[in-house]
C-alpha cells in the first residue's frame, strides 16, 4: 500500500490517499471444463513433490511460481487453460532439474506407461548429429 499527502486544487486543502495494487485473479479452466481461481499454493506443492530430494531449494521454487504468477497478471485475457499453466511449470523445470521434469509431466500428461516415460527422457537428450 502507498500513502499519498495530496492538495485539492480548488480550495487548497491537504488530505491523505491510499493506494494498493488492485489484483483481479486469473482462472484456471480445468480438463473437464470446471474454472477455479489460480492458486499459488497448488503450484507450489506440485514443484515441491517433484523437485522431491533434488537440490532444489525452496527459494528457486518460489522464484519459479513468482515468475508464472507475473506472466499471468500480464496475460490480457483472464483466464487459462490448466495445460497452459502446466506447459508454464515444465518449461521452467526442465531448464533447472530433469529429473523434477520428469517426475512433474509424469503427472501433468498423466504416463499410463513405461513408453511414455522414455519417449519424454528422448526428448531431453541431445541428438547427436
Known amino acids: 500500500?502507498?500513502?499519498r499527502r495530496r492538495q485539492c486544487l480548488n480550495c487548497g486543502q491537504?488530505?491523505?490517499t491510499y493506494e494498493r495494487i488492485e489484483y483481479f485473479?486469473?482462472?484456471?479452466?480445468?480438463?473437464d471444463g470446471r474454472r477455479e481461481p489460480f492458486d499459488r499454493e497448488?503450484?507450489?506443492?506440485?514443484?515441491i513433490k517433484a523437485c522431491g530430494k533434488r537440490p532444489?531449494?525452496?527459494?528457486t521454487i518460489e522464484e519459479i511460481v513468482d515468475d508464472i504468477e507475473r506472466r499471468l497478471q500480464n496475460l490480457p485475457e483472464r483466464e487459462i487453460t490448466s495445460l497452459k499453466l502446466g506447459q508454464m511449470v515444465m518449461e521452467r523445470l526442465e531448464s533447472l532439474d530433469e529429473v523434477a521434469y520428469i517426475r512433474f509431466a509424469s503427472v501433468y500428461?498423466?504416463?499410463k506407461g513405461v513408453d511414455e516415460f522414455m519417449?519424454?527422457?528422448?526428448?531431453?537428450v541431445p541428438k547427436e548429429e
Open 109 to 111: 500428461r498423466k504416463f
Open 42 to 47: 497448488k503450484i507450489v506443492a506440485g514443484i
Open 14 to 16: 491537504r488530505f491523505t
Open 119 to 124: 519417449e519424454a527422457i528422448k526428448d531431453l
Open 56 to 59: 532444489i531449494g525452496l527459494g
Open 1 to 3: 500500500m502507498v500513502r
Open 25 to 31: 485473479p486469473c482462472m484456471v479452466i480445468k480438463r
